[in-house]
């Protein structure tokens, strides 16, 4: 058949319903799902207070552009902003995790007149020019240079790695006058689920103060209690001037992200471009907000930490494996590292066994599932993962 669709490679399974952690194709077949949507998923498929929060919105038949102020909206962001780190006070309202990103690099460069923006290599933050740029150059592709003034440190992937890192960014930051923000993750999901040590983003935000430059956490991947927090930067007590959401705030079912930014930001960097056409739709909003509601009520960032580290455990044991470097994860955000590149494969013999898992690169199996998992179905996941792996 003809294909129409500029696609970037897609697995032949056609899924066709959603119910609770589990994706169903068209013949019927139940996979449990363990990307859910990348970072996405938190209540579920096929969730019935979703259904019901989106069709009801979508039966008043309102649609608010951007030049109105809506009351739902101020809510909502009251909400993000009281439950966030640090002192978060506005909202800037887009449509996915890379805008978020780009709107986090608008504020940075109007709020201090600067235009550098430093960021951890490898680390993906979008496919936008500015996200792009903010982030690893393997992703790029073909799309031709990065913006300018995008500056890069190393990613440390253990924690021996951290005091190279941060020498090379006091380094970095004493020889310039010139950088605007650092920009990175708390914990780094897309790279292969690097945790860092307590120490290190303390350290990190700690020169920022000192160089005068503003400290940006991307958590469109870990934010909503992917880690086991509703927000991660928590995890390691920081005040980031600028927060990046998207992804599990709108646990799968609207195309929402958010720029959280200080007053002070905000009060200079009014003026930027920030007309999203799309940012925040009712019917989104409706969507996004039952969402953190539900996350807040049933406390998924707390059972993200109790199943995720259930799940852990039962992963462990596959590092007796030859072929298993390390076992990684944090909250409901895992990795599996290999010596050898065969995480495709591993992934695709998952597909044949029911359970929907991701790769990184071809040495990192990587899963990230719904945040309301349960303890039965996280077992079933892990015997699956153990098979295919090849663990008797
Ligand atoms: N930042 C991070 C950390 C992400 O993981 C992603 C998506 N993988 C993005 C930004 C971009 O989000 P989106 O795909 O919604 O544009």
Not at 47 to 56: C, H, L, P, Q, T
Not at 240 to 256: E, H, N, Q, R, W
Not at 326 to 342: D, K, Q, S
Not at 344 to 372: M, Q
Request: with cysteine.
């Amino acid at each position: 058949m003809q294909k129409y669709l500029a696609d970037y490679g897609s697995a032949p399974i056609e899924f066709t319903k959603g119910e609770g952690c589990y994706l169903i194709n068209k013949d019927g077949k139940r996979y449990l799902d363990f990307i859910a949507s990348w970072c996405t998923g938190t209540v579920g498929w096929r969730n019935k207070e979703m259904a019901e929060a989106i069709s009801s919105q979508a039966k008043k038949g309102v649609s608010i552009p951007p030049l109105f102020r809506d009351q739902k909206q101020e809510e909502f962001a009251a909400l993000l902003c009281s439950l966030a780190p640090g002192k978060l006070t506005r909202a800037i309202r887009c449509t996915s995790g890379s805008e978020a990103v780009e709107f986090a690099i608008k504020c940075a460069r109007a709020a201090t007149g600067k235009s550098g923006i430093i960021s951890v290599d490898e680390v993906y933050h979008g496919h936008t020019y500015g996200a792009a740029s903010v982030g690893e150059a393997a992703q790029r592709g073909t799309m031709g240079p990065t913006l300018e003034n995008f500056y890069k440190i190393p990613l440390p992937r253990r924690h021996d790695e951290e005091p190279k890192t941060i020498t090379a960014l006091e380094k970095f930051l004493k020889s310039r006058k010139d950088i605007a923000a650092f920009i990175s993750e708390p914990v780094w999901t897309n790279v292969g689920c690097f945790v860092p040590s307590p120490s290190f983003y303390p350290a990190v935000e700690k020169l920022c103060r000192k160089h005068g430059v503003l400290f940006v956490m991307d958590e469109v991947a870990t934010g909503m209690g992917r880690c086991g927090r509703m927000f991660a930067s928590t995890l390691w007590n920081l005040s980031p001037d600028i927060v990046c959401l998207g992804k599990s705030f709108t646990g799968g079912y609207a195309t929402m992200g958010a720029t959280l930014i200080t007053e002070s930001v905000f009060k200079k960097s009014r003026g930027i471009p920030a007309y999203s056409t799309f940012g925040w739709l009712q019917q989104d909003l409706a969507a996004t907000r039952k969402n953190v509601e539900i996350i807040l009520r049933d406390k998924l960032d707390q059972n993200a930490q109790n199943v995720g580290a259930y799940l852990l455990e039962l992963l462990k044991p596959l590092t007796s494996l030859k072929k298993v470097r390390e076992v990684r994860g944090i909250g409901m955000v895992f990795a599996i590292e290999f010596h050898l590149p065969i995480a495709p494969l591993i992934a695709l013999k998952a597909y044949r066994n029911g359970l929907l898992v991701a790769f990184t690169d071809a040495h990192n199996l990587f899963f990230s599932p719904p945040l309301c998992l349960n303890k039965k179905l996280a077992r079933e996941g892990a015997n699956i993962l153990k098979r295919v792996c090849g663990m008797k």
